[in-house]
């Protein structure tokens, strides 16, 4: 454990590396963070930190930058999480207190406000299909060839999609409809829905393929819609120092374009309200560069899905966590 002089030197590195981008001396410490340390014993303290792990010294003759294990100390020891502003906290109220008509328009806002706040790059996804339980499926019929499809689940979400017939349906196969597939759905999770399903619904009712076939297509079309990945403010990273190496650069693309990687990043979240990965604490290879901050997002006791940031190893974890806490926070006191 490091003691006090450890900790607030420790600090004042992270933080002007994370202001500047530039390796710290222990000059600038003493100058710009009033430590009541000559230079000598600050210089004996950074040696130290670096010999313990907590610094690096990207070359003989430079200052110190912070390692991985520095920065999780910070994050687990020294981060303030209360780093936000009025003026940041009012604009996030502005931005959360509209009324909203879906859930995922709200994730949308929540996701962008993040970004723009923080200037760094944000992703999110609903709640896993196989998360949400179907209270409801309702079949309207919209014209003789027309039929809309709702489908309502526990977490509040309202998917609907429409189908359009080569013939007629009487508003008789719709109420059939109704009872058949709520008698079978109702109460079961989304990823339920399935091929199994269509083919165990044909053979319970005397309907053509031609009927069935549609709707479990459409239907899965929306389960599909679920994994869906919201990206915001991808443009803001390439501004960052890091991002002027190609390779990082390229490395940022590549990940933000495969959906799969991006949703098991969002996926890997402990029960903890924020959850942090720093470089090689990341699984994935291509994840090394980066930290990642995540939070699951709710409204009352409705999960909504994952909100994160991705972004270099040198983040403003102060403000991050301090915003994605206030955020989070707001949506669960709103009412859908």
Not at 46 to 56: F, H, I, P, W
Not at 94 to 120: D, M, Q, W
Request: aromatic content about 6%; cysteine-free.
């Amino acid at each position: 454990m490091l003691d006090k002089r450890k900790k607030q030197i420790l600090q004042a590195v992270i933080d002007e590396y994370i202001n500047t981008a530039e390796p710290v001396s222990s000059a600038t410490l003493v100058s710009k963070y009033g430590l009541n340390y000559s230079s000598a014993t600050v210089r004996n303290e950074l040696a130290e930190l670096e010999s313990n792990g907590y610094l690096d010294k990207p070359h003989t003759s430079s200052g110190r930058i912070p390692s991985e294990k520095g920065y999780r100390f910070y994050v687990d020891e020294l981060v303030n999480d209360e780093d936000i502003s009025l003026e940041e906290i009012k604009y996030i109220q502005s931005k959360l207190s509209g009324k909203v008509n879906e859930i995922e328009e709200l994730t949308k806002i929540a996701t962008t406000t993040l970004s723009e706040i923080t200037h760094y790059t944000t992703v999110a996804i609903g709640p896993k299909s196989d998360m949400q339980i179907i209270e409801e499926i309702k079949f309207v019929l919209l014209g003789s060839r027309m039929l809309m499809v709702i489908i309502i689940t526990d977490s509040g979400l309202v998917k609907e999609t429409i189908i359009k017939y080569d013939e007629d349906i009487t508003q008789s196969q719709v109420e059939t409809l109704n009872n058949l597939f709520n008698t079978k759905l109702k109460g079961k999770p989304l990823s339920k829905i399935d091929k199994p399903m269509e083919e165990y619904i044909l053979s319970e009712i005397n309907y053509s393929v031609e009927v069935i076939k549609p709707i479990i297509e459409q239907i899965n079309k929306v389960i599909e819609e679920e994994n869906k990945v919201y990206l915001e403010g991808a443009n803001k990273s390439f501004d960052l120092p890091e991002f002027k190496s190609l390779e990082i650069a390229k490395n940022f693309v590549n990940i933000l374009d495969e959906k799969e990687l991006m949703l098991d990043m969002l996926n890997s979240g402990i029960a903890k309200d924020i959850n942090v990965y720093i470089g090689d604490e990341n699984d994935n290879e291509q994840l090394k560069d980066f930290s990642i901050i995540t939070f699951k997002h709710s409204v009352g006791d409705k999960d909504l899905g994952t909100i994160g940031i991705i972004g270099p190893k040198r983040m403003d974890y102060s403000k991050v966590i301090s915003v994605m806490k206030y955020i989070s926070k707001k949506m669960k006191e709103k009412d859908l």
